[in-house]
């Protein structure tokens, strides 16, 4: 299951070959302060886009809910059985009981908290798929999923409960994100999508009775190593986990289209009986690119405590540099026009494309033309072109990927 925070990034996703996506719209998510938000007018669209494409669309209706809340929640949900939304992801029993009452498919959020199989059995009188808790082992997600396979739990939808927990992407280091920091700093609450991410920075340890101040060895003690299971995703699937999640509604298209391709072919590697230690260096690479906040394994191995980070912002080992737009593309004889607006690129560059139609494209420079002809090298301003078997858009965005070290 992928994120989806745009029209690029939900592309990305489709092409990279995700069996569902997840998305929010208007306030009501646990993403609301994102900048990438669908609204009530695109669930007609991205329902259709995924429709045409196979692929499961779940709206995320998980934050708390208050009393003035809902008359727009119920608006909201009505207009995701209009548009056909698979299902939506919701925590709050108003949010549940009337999305019920309209006949739309309900997945119980990892807001909820569920720890245990009578909590399973409870919720599965209203859902067909629940989110574990995040600080479940996998040998406890096991004794859950046992019991459902052997007692034959299912859902409204007459469907064995689907079991889904968390694969790869950032951590909050509250119990299943139920973090009040934001609320008490910044009158933001986190449980309402309005987190402000205050453990993400550095603090100090000071001394009320003499003001000595110490500065924390590791500075960034509540911020969380992001989540990766994908050197252990054998494990996680033995467990009978049915859904991965991939966190990341706020992220690029770039991370979008990377991660998903990477645990795609991870569990494809895995059902095709071609796991091995040699892929996963490979994937870990990959995903070591884009954004991240260095990785650890999270509670599924038994480990009581969390790894905490020693700097602020990504890790990532390549980053993007913009470019310039698209102008034109050639269908006859495959070749992408753009506009440099900002540096240079020359043949042997990777470079990365996206668009709201496009996803992302990652691909290498092989041969560049400016209005002269062929040249090694385009300079900012002018406009190139190249070879590129898929079509673009001239909203399409043109960026170059470079080693992180030399930026």
Request: proline share 1%; hydrophobic share 40%.
């Amino acid at each position: 299951m992928a994120p989806a925070g745009s029209y690029e990034a939900l592309m990305a996703a489709i092409h990279a070959g995700c069996d569902s996506v997840y998305f929010g719209v208007e306030q009501f998510n646990m993403r609301a302060r994102a900048t990438m938000n669908f609204t009530l007018e695109d669930l007609p669209k991205v329902c259709t886009i995924c429709k045409e494409n196979n692929v499961r669309s779940y709206l995320t209706l998980n934050t708390i809910v208050y009393d003035h809340d809902l008359s727009a929640i119920k608006t909201v949900l009505d207009a995701a059985k209009s548009a056909g939304a698979t299902a939506v992801i919701a925590a709050d029993q108003a949010v549940i009981a009337y999305a019920r009452s309209i006949n739309l498919e309900v997945h119980i959020s990892t807001q909820v908290n569920v720890t245990n199989i009578e909590t399973v059995k409870f919720y599965a009188l209203f859902a067909d798929t629940i989110v574990l808790s995040r600080e479940l082992s996998l040998i406890q997600v096991k004794k859950i999923t046992d019991i459902i396979e052997k007692e034959q739990i299912k859902g409204p939808s007459g469907r064995l409960i689907e079991i889904e927990i968390f694969g790869h992407g950032a951590l909050c280091m509250a119990v299943s994100g139920k973090c009040y920091l934001s609320l008490h700093t910044a009158n933001a609450s986190a449980n309402r999508g309005a987190c402000v991410q205050n453990c993400r920075r550095s603090y100090k340890v000071i001394d009320n009775e003499d003001g000595h101040e110490l500065e924390i060895d590791n500075e960034y003690i509540m911020s969380a190593q992001d989540l990766c299971t994908i050197d252990f995703l054998d494990q996680v699937l033995d467990a009978g986990v049915t859904v991965l999640k991939i966190e990341g509604r706020g992220k690029g298209a770039d991370y979008v289209k990377t991660t998903v391709e990477c645990y795609r072919e991870a569990i494809d590697s895995y059902q095709a009986g071609t796991y091995t230690k040699e892929k996963v260096a490979e994937w870990m690479e990959r995903l070591k690119s884009v954004y991240n906040r260095g990785f650890w394994s999270g509670y599924y191995l038994g480990q009581k405590l969390g790894e905490w980070n020693d700097a602020p912002g990504s890790k990532a080992t390549t980053k993007k540099i913009f470019l310039g737009k698209g102008v034109h593309y050639f269908d006859k004889i495959k070749v992408a026009e753009f506009k440099l607006e900002s540096y240079e690129l020359s043949v042997g560059d990777k470079i990365l494309i996206t668009g709201p139609t496009t996803g992302a494209i990652e691909t290498t420079i092989e041969e560049l033309h400016n209005d002269k002809g062929a040249v090694n090298t385009a300079k900012k301003g002018e406009s190139c072109a190249f070879k590129l078997d898929t079509p673009i858009r001239t909203s399409d965005k043109l960026y170059k990927i470079v080693d992180a070290t030399l930026v």
